[in-house]
């Protein structure tokens, strides 16, 4: 198999990833009014709706970010799929980044559905990365000099 071939597979495949974590995420959201039970109830009644709004809103919107990167994985010669390409991958790298830097307390990585959640993002933002760049470095390979 080609280079080419490849980083398109690994872009198609981290677009149904993206769909996948859009479901995990929306699959976990009734588990949360549970973990904010041990909060004073004026806290819970303060911070149960916007969570699981957060929660149900990132899980649809992951739908979207996972279907246009599919959708541009199979059409990476255009100049909008590049860009559309570039776009989606800056936004995966800094999923990662802010599940470290915004959950802390040990007990979240117990929970199966974080885990999985953390294993798709960290599979997906290394496979999104590599593709992306072998695109663009066929796609610089090509042009004439």
Known sequence: MN???IAIC???AVGLLLIALGL???VATPHIPALLEGSPSAVYRRAVGPVLL???LVGILLFPLGYTTWLAAAKWGEAWAR???VVNTIVVFVLPISV???MRQPSYYTAPLFLSGVSLVAIISVLMMAAT???LRIKA???PR
């Open 3 to 5: 280079p080419l071939r």
């Open 10 to 12: 690994f872009l198609r």
């Open 133 to 135: 760049f072998a695109l």
């Open 24 to 26: 995990v995420h929306l």
């Open 83 to 85: 860009r559309v390409l």
């Open 54 to 56: 957060n929660h149900v």
């Open 141 to 143: 390979a090509s042009r």
């Open 100 to 102: 470290i830097v915004l």
